[in-house]
Every structure is written in C-alpha cells, then in structure tokens.
C-alpha cells in the first residue's frame, strides 16, 4: 500500500495551494478517501477531518471551517485525489494527511499517508 502525496509548503495568508494524494496496491473495496490536518502542538488522536469525498457517488464533505476555500476533487482512474486550498489562513497551518478509508469484511479501516506541510504566513 502506498499513498503519495505533495502540493504543501509555505504561502502567504490569501494564496492558495493544491495537494494531491496517489493510492495504489489497497487490497480492499475504498468506501472514501479524504484529508486531515493535524496543527501544531496537537496530537494524532485530535486530527480534524478537513474533506472527504465517497467512491460512489462522489459525495463531499468538510469542516465548516473551510466550507468554500477549499475544495475536494477525485480520478477514478488514478484513484487520486486533490484538495485545492484558497484564500488560506494562518490557522490552516498543519500537517495534511491523506486518508483512504477501505470497507473489510463490513468493517471500516483506514490507511494514512506521512502527511504534507502546510504552513500560511500572516
């Protein structure tokens, strides 16, 4: 399994940036995949769902605090999924990490990726 992402680094408060996430060799049906960012001083267990969007369907979802910057897109056939950043904020400083969440046995797991900086100047 391997998740490959890119598109963090440093821009300045109003720019924007676009993260891609490419997952190959999942073994399992993937039920969503998304983003979520871990900011500074926080720990793994208090990530924040940033965006997800279903396999079927294409459905999206995203934390209210980035409803309309920010916009999750996906290609099937790459089964890869972007996540463009506008009119960024200094509190979307964070450690992005892509997740693909797989459907076994009618249970849910998850696999992670490393993560991307992200880091908004004021």
């Known amino acids: 399994v391997q998740l490959v992402e890119s598109g963090g680094g440093l821009v300045q408060a109003g720019g924007s940036l676009r993260l891609s996430c490419a997952a190959s060799g999942i073994p399992f049906s993937i039920n969503a995949m998304g983003w979520y960012r871990q900011a500074p001083g926080k720990q793994r267990e208090q990530r924040e769902l940033v965006a997800t969007i279903s396999s079927v369907g294409g459905s999206t979802n995203y934390a209210d605090s980035v409803k309309g910057r920010f916009t999750i897109s996906r290609d099937h056939d790459k089964n890869t999924i972007y996540l463009q950043m506008n009119s960024l904020k200094p509190e979307d400083t964070a450690v992005y990490f892509c997740?693909?969440?797989?459907?076994?046995?009618?249970?849910?797991?998850?696999?992670w990726g490393r993560g991307t900086q992200v880091t908004v100047s004021s």
């Open positions: 997740d693909v969440s797989v459907l076994v046995a009618a249970s849910k797991a998850d696999y």
